[in-house]
């Protein structure tokens, strides 16, 4: 991911909260997934495929791998941008990039990846080119650009 450029990037800001700090007076690693999640969801509403919609052709989406590098601590109060897009996409599954940066600086504070498959409700693996054709047109336009 280093020196690398995606499309269609979409920046997600939010403020770290008290109860997200350890005794170290930092986050809690576990909440930069948690973060990752955040501007996921919102990457795919401001792009045009909010979750809820996907899930309510019978799709969902399930994390099947995530992983942070942390480059600095952030801290209670403090602003934060958490910049999330596509990184991967076969069709069956799907791949994210995620760039936290301290709001007032830019600073990079943490970067990682989550990879994703689709599901039916019944837990059988799907290709969204079959079960939701317009999702994947999106998708592949937004790659394509």
Same mark, same amino acid.
């Given at each position: 991911? !280093?020196?690398? #450029? &995606?499309? /269609?990037?979409? #920046?997600?800001?939010?403020?770290?909260?008290?109860?997200?700090?350890?005794? *170290?007076? %930092?986050?809690? /690693?576990?909440?930069?997934?948690?973060?990752?999640?955040?501007?996921?969801?919102? &990457? *795919?509403?401001? *792009?045009?495929?909010?979750?809820? !919609?996907?899930?309510?052709?019978?799709?969902?989406? =399930?994390?099947? /791998?995530?992983?942070?590098?942390?480059?600095?601590?952030?801290?209670?109060?403090?602003?934060?941008?958490?910049?999330?897009?596509?990184?991967?996409?076969?069709?069956?599954?799907?791949? &994210?990039?995620?760039?936290? #940066?301290? !709001?007032?600086?830019?600073?990079?504070?943490?970067?990682?990846? #989550?990879? /994703? %498959? &689709?599901?039916?409700?019944?837990?059988? =693996?799907?290709?969204?080119? !079959?079960?939701?054709?317009?999702?994947?047109?999106?998708?592949?336009?937004?790659?394509?650009?």
């Amino acid at each position: 991911m !280093k020196g690398a #450029t &995606f499309l /269609h990037t979409v #920046t997600y800001s939010r403020e770290v909260y008290y109860y997200e700090t350890d005794r *170290m007076d %930092c986050v809690h /690693h576990s909440n930069y997934i948690r973060w990752f999640e955040e501007a996921r969801v919102h &990457f *795919m509403r401001e *792009m045009g495929f909010p979750y809820d !919609k996907l899930e309510a052709s019978g799709i969902v989406s =399930p994390v099947l /791998h995530a992983d942070a590098d942390y480059r600095a601590m952030c801290r209670f109060g403090e602003q934060v941008e958490i910049a999330a897009g596509i990184e991967s996409y076969t069709g069956t599954r799907i791949g &994210f990039f995620y760039a936290v #940066t301290d !709001k007032a600086t830019g600073a990079l504070r943490c970067q990682g990846r #989550t990879l /994703h %498959c &689709f599901i039916n409700e019944t837990g059988r =693996p799907v290709s969204l080119r !079959k079960a939701n054709p317009a999702y994947d047109a999106r998708v592949r336009e937004l790659l394509e650009d």
